[in-house]
């Protein structure tokens, strides 16, 4: 099977950093979680749905593009972004563009891993806000210095979840194309 992207936009050897790079964090996150590092868990989750969304950016370029016009338009996104500087753009923007390109609703739901009420709703931008705490500044004046609990992380995690299954109900169908040789790798 093989992955395809647009290589104006994210070359092959980007996109297997950037693969590379979403498999570590995923157990990065997981070992930091184990330990009792909530933020530091947190932030490497939400840079696992960032990377995601990179691909999505470079895997369908025409619906980014509609989707970035769109923002910038109704003055929601810097009207300089580009899509081949997707690599400099932060989270915020990137999960701007999936919602208004319809890869991911504004809000999911609760992915029932192991056992969750599914009827809860998770805002897909909450993994922008809790990675932000990343920031001192924001930390003391969001939360009186407090960081997150494990609660916080699993809800954050249930959300990534539920994010990433939608990303790859985006992704799986169309990525696995053999007649596009030069914008394939292996997965």
Not at 5 to 33: H, K, Q, V
Not at 131 to 149: D, F, S
Request: charged share 25%; hydrophobic share 40%; proline share 5%.
């Amino acid at each position: 099977m093989a992955l395809k992207t647009d290589p104006d936009i994210l070359s092959l050897a980007e996109l297997r950093s950037l693969m590379t790079a979403i498999g570590n964090y995923g157990l990065e996150s997981e070992r930091c979680a184990n330990a009792g590092a909530h933020l530091a868990s947190c932030i490497i989750l939400a840079a696992t749905i960032e990377g995601q969304l990179v691909i999505c950016v470079s895997s369908f370029p025409e619906e980014a593009e509609r989707a970035l016009t769109r923002l910038q338009e109704s003055n929601q996104i810097n009207r300089g972004l580009k899509l081949g500087s997707v690599l400099e753009w932060d989270l915020g923007q990137l999960l701007k563009v999936a919602i208004e390109a319809r890869w991911l609703p504004p809000k999911v739901k609760r992915f029932p891993f192991p056992v969750a009420d599914t009827s809860e709703v998770l805002c897909a931008d909450r993994i922008r806000e809790l990675r932000n705490l990343v920031h001192p500044g924001r930390l003391v004046r969001e939360r009186n210095g407090q960081t997150i609990t494990k609660e916080e992380l699993d809800l954050l995690h249930d959300t990534c979840v539920a994010v990433s299954l939608h990303l790859a109900q985006k992704l799986t169908p169309q990525m696995f194309d053999p007649e596009m040789p030069s914008y394939r790798i292996e997965v």
